[in-house]
């Protein structure tokens, strides 16, 4: 919860710093130099492609975490089976 407060929180710290600054400037990139537009809409971009790209590197991670946690799922299940088992027999 405290995420989704924090990151509500930078979200709007950035709309108004991006609103405050609403001159054009043109972006030099390494063999291109894109025309101008507002910077509220670069910083905009800039964050969004951030926000992307951290999402990217992170996906291998996640996927590990997932992976073992249904791993471990499945060897709950077994000694949850294991333990039922055990009591019927001792029935």
Do not use: C
């Amino acid at each position: 919860m405290w995420h989704l407060i924090f990151a509500l929180f930078i979200a709007i710290l950035i709309s108004a710093f991006a609103t405050l600054n609403n001159a054009s400037v043109s972006v030099n990139f390494i063999f291109w130099l894109a025309p101008a537009v507002p910077l509220a809409l670069m910083i905009l971009l800039s964050v969004l492609l951030g926000v992307i790209l951290a999402t990217l590197f992170e996906m291998p991670e996640y996927f590990k975490i997932w992976q073992k946690m249904r791993e471990l799922e499945k060897k709950l299940k077994k000694y949850e089976d294991t333990i039922i088992i055990n009591e019927e027999k001792k029935r």
